[in-house]
């Protein structure tokens, strides 16, 4: 059964602690729906009504492009073990990008990641739980290296010219404010 909340209380904190696999879901007005899977020790809560998460360098930037539209964002967790629960995490959005005056004190709760390139900073207006039942079960093994192996080697201004050619615009040619204007 669905439990709707307004805001984190320590139980639903401490299950989002555990967890080591989320999902953040974004749309523009138009065009196509997001929806990416984030890990690497990238998610805060900052209150019991506000989370963040670090965006790491991708193919894509779509995130960021909704975001800036219309602010929109759901983060769905999902316990993937022997108690069973799906939480999703529905609110307004903004980015915040190295160049803001903001980065330095969020990315300070963050392990430092080469090619970090954005904070996405949400404040909740709805906390929902359902049952997952349905959800398979799953066993963490580790963090892939992949990504910072990338990241490393090219590092930061290949890791920005990289921006420059895949993360300026999104699938739905919608800037996605990587770089000023």
Known sequence: MAEQFEKLD??????IKRQHLYFVGTAGAEGFVN?????????RILDDGTV??????????????HV???GRMTVMFCSFDKQPLIMRLYGQA???HPRDARWDEL????????????IFVLSLDLVQT???Y?????????ERPTLTKWAKKRGQAGIEDYWAQKNIKSLDGKDTGIFQD
């Open 10 to 15: 320590r139980k639903l904190k401490g299950f």
């Open 35 to 43: 929806v990416s899977p984030k890990g690497m020790d990238s998610f």
């Open 52 to 65: 963040a998460w670090l965006n790491l360098t991708g193919s894509g930037n779509e995130s960021a492009a």
């Open 68 to 70: 800036l539209e219309n």
């Open 94 to 96: 903004a980015v915040v």
């Open 107 to 118: 990315s300070a709760l963050f392990p430092e990641h080469p090619g970090a390139r954005q």
């Open 130 to 132: 359902s049952c997952g």
């Open 134 to 142: 349905a959800v398979p079960y799953y066993e963490f093994q580790g």
